[in-house]
């Protein structure tokens, strides 16, 4: 800008509109029921206004410092290093763990792709296993036997990747020491599980690392972040220096191996750190609306609950049982009169044996998971949702279903 000249007028282009609301064609219809909106708080804004009054925007600083050492005390982790999503934390984890182009890394084939796109990206080849019935998580037994099969051959997978689904913790007493008696580290994929727990303690803990996801659809969300967890400063401290760039100690820049701009901004994390004291009561609001969902829907299968593991219920997952709706009726037919009375739902994730990028990809079993896709549909699930908000989804699913 010329000396002399008026700085701009930005004011109207941050006069941001609302996003919109979602609504029936009908205007006077209710608003659009959504499967899992963000949960604010009300403490939002005056953490942003104080960490931006502060000067403070970077993925650095004492905001995000303060998101981990939050992140650490809800968790147990001593060592947690917030990143700019999920994805990247898992993408750390697999640089971590030395995952290079031709290795094999094994996963539930349960699953969000994010669980393993990092890894193929890298070069290595994924493997699906599928998950026991009783939990919906990596089946310890048939992990065994594969592990069995691959040490065999000689062919040993660089990583294990069991996955919290839906908020439910896989079975990582069990999964842990599988691995450990060929040498397989096992980095857990704990993106929807913050608030979870397994036999006392938080979700992933007992991995040699875990990632969380804070993306909009989460129990705790900053928007989108995430975090990578460990109880080795090492591998942490590691993270750390991959994420900043790989950046070392000197006046000019200094680089020995590439890293990645992965840090969470300062303005996100002040989201988090505004939303973390909510967790306690979001994972309850969360059960409790599982809780109406299986008493008001007899007929209807829900995801179990082991009794090793305390889930937080992310999302709510319905099963039409035999005698529940017409036998020409399916899981399709439930999410369309869900979508027309103004209802969000979705299928239960696609199988990554069956996706068509990894059509080639090997895998062992998939019958539970294929059963669980094409008959599963995840209901709304918001910690927000208010029981005249859900009333309308049962009183949909119970007409439907009757026929």
């Known amino acids: ?12 282009v941050l006069r ?20 899992s909106p963000p949960h604010l708080t009300g403490q939002e804004m005056a953490a942003l206004q104080a960490t931006l009054e502060a000067g403070w925007v970077a ?11 939050a992140l650490g005390a809800a968790t147990g982790f001593p060592h947690v290093l ?42 290595a080849v994924p493997r699906f296993l599928d998950v026991a019935a009783e ?13 069995a099969r691959a040490a065999r051959r000689g062919r040993l997978p660089r990583v294990v990747v069991p996955v919290d689904l839906f908020g439910q913790c896989c079975d990582l007493d069990a999964i842990v020491p599988l691995c450990g008696r060929w040498g397989v580290p096992v980095l857990c994929d704990s993106a929807a599980a913050l608030g979870a727990a ?23 969300t900053t928007g989108g972040g995430g975090a990578l967890a460990s109880d080795d400063a090492g591998l ?9 760039q790989a950046k070392e100690p000197a006046a000019h820049y200094e680089h020995e191996v590439t890293g990645f701009t992965y840090g969470l901004s300062s303005v996100l994390a002040a989201v988090g750190l505004a939303q973390l004291p909510a967790l306690a009561a979001r994972v309850a609001a969360r059960r409790a609306v599982f809780e109406r969902y299986r008493t008001g829907l007899p007929g209807f299968g829900f995801a179990p609950e082991p ?8 999302l709510s997952v319905a099963l039409p049982g035999p005698g529940a709706m017409p036998a020409t009726l399916g899981r399709e037919a439930l999410r369309q009169a869900l979508d027309a009375a103004g209802i969000e739902s979705r299928p239960v994730w696609k199988p990554l044996h069956l996706q068509p990028v990894f059509r080639t990809a090997p895998h062992a079993g998939g019958a539970v998971a294929a059963g669980l896709f094409a008959a599963g549909l995840c209901l709304p699930s918001g910690s927000g949702l208010t029981t005249e908000q859900q009333d309308r989804v049962i009183e949909t699913l119970r007409r439907v279903a009757g026929g």
């Open 1 to 12: 800008m010329a000396a002399g000249q008026p700085a701009p007028n930005l004011g109207p």
């Open 16 to 35: 941001f509109p609302r996003p919109p609301r979602l609504r029936p064609a009908d205007p006077a219809a209710p608003p659009r029921i959504l499967l």
């Open 59 to 69: 993925p650095a600083g004492p905001v995000p410092a303060a998101f981990e050492a």
């Open 82 to 123: 917030a990143t700019a999503s999920g994805t990247a934390a898992l993408h750390l984890g697999y640089r971590l763990l030395g995952v290079e182009p031709g290795d094999e890394v094994w996963t539930s084939t349960l699953t969000f792709v994010a669980s393993i796109a990092p890894a193929v990206q890298m070069g």
């Open 135 to 147: 939990s919906w998580t990596l089946d310890p037994g048939l992990l065994e036997r594969e592990l």
């Open 198 to 220: 397994l036999r006392g303690r938080h979700a992933g803990r007992g991995a040699r690392l875990a990632a969380f996801s804070f993306n909009g659809n989460k129990i705790v």
């Open 236 to 244: 942490i401290a590691r993270a750390r220096h991959l994420a900043g």
């Open 307 to 314: 009794g090793w593991g305390r889930a937080n219920r992310w």
